[in-house]
């Protein structure tokens, strides 16, 4: 390139790279060298010079959900415009496979890595990590990592126990997701407070923790609805579950909201088209991956600084599952198109 643009292999090096005062004309005729050999730099050539490969590692435990979809979406559009590559890893949520993924990115010279399971603590994820920046998504493992982006868990729970007792229900269910990761502690800890501020008994037949699966929230709802607490509302840690407790309830021959109202985390793309709509919790999943990427970034250019937890917000949105009568025409316009 340089011997067809009729400079040194250092002047064409300092064009490419911005470096060095270059007549305007020099840069000209080198850029139009490299287009003309469609020349690119290497970036493991650059990486040996600079300790810097450009790249990031994602870790997700199911990449076809939708949920850890949109937060590679955000992520992948806010790296790109960084000037990072993304490096994907579909792990699942087995410890062994989990810590296999993180090793393999760090084979890979990534400069940072983003992780949204957490199957162990804190000493193990810094015994694999070292001095590698990370940043946690939907999860915040204290001790480890440069920061994390976590929705508000506790508080949407309330907000939808809350709604639940608005419409004068005082038996009002649980099904949660495994008390062994973020979401699943905070939102069951939100159910209790909620519950407790309104005055309303939390028997032990009135909520159950499983797995975040339909079938798990299926199985779990038939054994509250076979308990002696008669339940007049239920309340899901997950869209999942609540499709469950949908499959439970119709099994039972119960009319939801009219026997049973239901309300759920996570306004999914299904839920404005569910018979009826399902009242969720909504949040913004792409802006999280997004806020994730540039926590990494920051953190890669500034290694030493503090990093810090950050929190995406919540909002309610309430259709015909809870009681509620509002018209759904806007939910299918936006979904459908």
Not at 4 to 33: C, I, K, M, P, W
Not at 49 to 75: D, E, M, Q
Not at 241 to 253: H, M, N, T
Not at 281 to 310: Q, S, T
């Amino acid at each position: 390139m340089a011997e067809r643009a009729g400079v040194s292999s250092a002047t064409a090096s300092r064009a490419l790279n911005g470096r060095g005062q270059l007549a305007d004309e020099t840069r000209a005729t080198v850029f139009q060298a490299a287009a003309d050999l469609d020349f690119r730099p290497s970036p493991v050539a650059r990486s040996l010079r600079t300790r810097h490969t450009s790249t990031v590692g994602l870790v997700v435990p199911y990449v076809a959900h939708s949920f850890y979809a949109s937060l590679i979406k955000g992520a992948q559009s806010y790296l790109h415009e960084a000037g990072y590559r993304l490096i994907l890893v579909d792990s699942g949520v087995e410890p062994e496979s989990v810590a296999a993924g993180i090793t393999t990115l760090l084979d890979h010279q990534v400069d940072g890595v983003l992780v949204s399971t957490t199957p162990f603590g804190a000493d193990r994820f810094n015994r694999l990590l070292g001095t590698k920046p990370c940043v946690f998504l939907d999860e915040v493992v204290s001790g480890a990592g440069h920061g994390s982006v976590a929705i508000e868990n506790a508080k949407g729970v309330r907000m939808l126990v809350d709604h639940m007792a608005w419409h004068g229900h005082r038996r009002i269910a649980f099904v949660g997701g495994p008390n062994n990761n973020t979401a699943g502690i905070e939102r069951l800890a939100g159910y209790r407070d909620a519950m407790k501020k309104n005055e309303l008994d939390v028997p032990a037949d009135l909520y159950r923790l499983c797995d975040w699966s339909i079938k798990a929230g299926f199985a779990a709802a038939l054994v509250i609805l076979a308990g002696t607490s008669s339940p007049t509302a239920i309340v899901t840690a997950s869209a999942e579950l609540a499709l469950g407790v949908l499959a439970a309830a119709r099994s039972r021959q119960l009319a939801i909201p009219d026997d049973l109202a239901l309300a759920s985390f996570d306004d999914r793309y299904f839920a404005p088209l569910l018979q009826p709509s399902l009242t969720a919790i909504a949040y913004d999943e792409v802006e999280m991956g997004r806020k994730g990427a540039e926590m990494l970034v920051g953190a890669i250019k500034e290694p030493k600084a503090e990093g810090h937890e950050m929190r995406m917000d919540v909002r309610l949105v309430p259709r015909r599952s809870c009681g509620c009568s509002r018209d759904m025409t806007a939910d299918l316009d936006e979904v459908i198109g």
